[in-house]
């Protein structure tokens, strides 16, 4: 395939059962580079727009509600995984969406579950293939927040109120 980058997404119920560790020790199998990682606090808007393309369905507003936190923490670990076959190897080791069809062995396998009411808490989101990969490492980080430059970009000054160390 060549060199990928592939957004992984540590979710909610990952971090609340301080799973972030056994994770990226899982990834590292892979050989891959992480060139970008932040926690993020997921607003209704970003999740949306993450889960856009599957707005239409059923279980659209249970997605929503889980990956900004109403059920565990409101917080995600947000990451960019760069190298060869990037996306392959990480969705590989992720296993299945659904965490009972997932290789017990993969990160959804081990550590997902079904809930009763039937949310899908598979502890980690992976782009499934590069145009993904680009708009969702567009979405959730700025071209400044990774440490390679992985797509083209520009210069542009702006004014805009950020905050600072008091």
Same mark, same amino acid.
């Given at each position: 395939m060549g060199i990928e980058q592939t957004l992984v997404l540590i979710k909610p119920d990952g971090l609340v059962k301080s799973l972030t560790g056994n994770i990226i020790s899982k990834l590292s199998e892979t &050989?891959? *580079?992480i060139v970008g990682a932040k926690i993020v606090? /997921?607003?209704r808007e970003l999740a949306e727009e993450h889960y856009k393309h599957l707005k239409d369905k059923p279980f659209f507003e249970e997605l929503i509600k889980y990956i900004c936190g109403?059920? @565990?923490? %409101? %917080? !995600?670990?947000?990451? !960019?995984? @760069? +190298?060869?076959n990037a996306i392959a190897k990480v969705r590989r080791i992720a296993g299945d969406t659904n965490p009972e069809e997932a290789d017990p062995i993969?990160? %959804? +396998? *081990?550590? +997902?579950r079904i809930t009763t009411s039937g949310v899908y808490? #598979? !502890?980690i989101h992976a782009? &499934? #293939?590069p145009k993904e990969a680009e708009r969702e490492i567009k979405l959730w980080f700025r071209p400044d927040e990774l440490v390679e430059r992985i797509y083209p970009v520009i210069k *542009?000054?702006? /004014?805009? &109120?950020v905050l600072i160390w008091k």
């Open positions: &050989e891959l *580079k606090r /997921v607003s109403e059920y @565990h923490t %409101r %917080r !995600v670990l947000a990451m !960019v995984y @760069h +190298g060869d993969s990160i %959804r +396998g *081990k550590y +997902g808490e #598979n !502890v782009s &499934e #293939n *542009k000054t702006e /004014v805009r &109120e």
